[in-house]
């Protein structure tokens, strides 16, 4: 499988040692931040508006990262409601020191978009 078929390339970040877990590894959580960032960028711009997270579900953490590795997040919009967006993130992992990449986090997001009266507006 190629990065393409992933989706769009949203964002690019370093692990640094404040994202790590107690057991050295780089936080979960931090993966899924970094993720949802990307969701977002991608369903503001698709919505043309402010778009805001309802829902995520469907999280894998197929591989793991370390410090210094660099992650690349990936997503494409899967599906479209009346006033939502459904958005797949696939996040993939490349060591520091070379070219190997992994799968390291996936999972879905969906995004209402809002009009200026904070209420939802069709896409």
């Given at each position: 499988m190629s990065a393409s078929d992933f989706g769009d390339l949203m964002i690019r970040a370093t692990a640094m040692p404040a994202d790590t877990n107690p057991y050295g590894?780089?936080?979960g959580g931090w993966l899924m931040s970094q993720m949802a960032l990307g969701a977002g960028a991608l369903a503001s711009?698709?919505?043309?508006?402010?778009?805001?997270?309802?829902?995520?579900?469907?999280?894998s953490f197929p591989g793991k990262m370390a410090v210094g590795d660099e992650?690349?997040?990936?997503?494409?919009?899967?599906?479209?409601?009346?006033?939502s967006l459904l958005v797949e993130v696939?996040?993939?992992?490349?060591e520091r020191n070379g070219e190997a990449t992994q799968l390291v986090a996936?999972?879905?997001?969906?995004?209402?978009l809002l009009g200026e009266d904070g209420r939802p507006r069709p896409v």
């Amino acid at each position: 499988m190629s990065a393409s078929d992933f989706g769009d390339l949203m964002i690019r970040a370093t692990a640094m040692p404040a994202d790590t877990n107690p057991y050295g590894g780089v936080f979960g959580g931090w993966l899924m931040s970094q993720m949802a960032l990307g969701a977002g960028a991608l369903a503001s711009r698709v919505g043309r508006g402010t778009a805001v997270v309802v829902s995520a579900t469907d999280f894998s953490f197929p591989g793991k990262m370390a410090v210094g590795d660099e992650l690349s997040v990936y997503a494409k919009v899967v599906k479209t409601g009346r006033t939502s967006l459904l958005v797949e993130v696939s996040s993939a992992a490349r060591e520091r020191n070379g070219e190997a990449t992994q799968l390291v986090a996936a999972g879905t997001f969906k995004f209402v978009l809002l009009g200026e009266d904070g209420r939802p507006r069709p896409v």
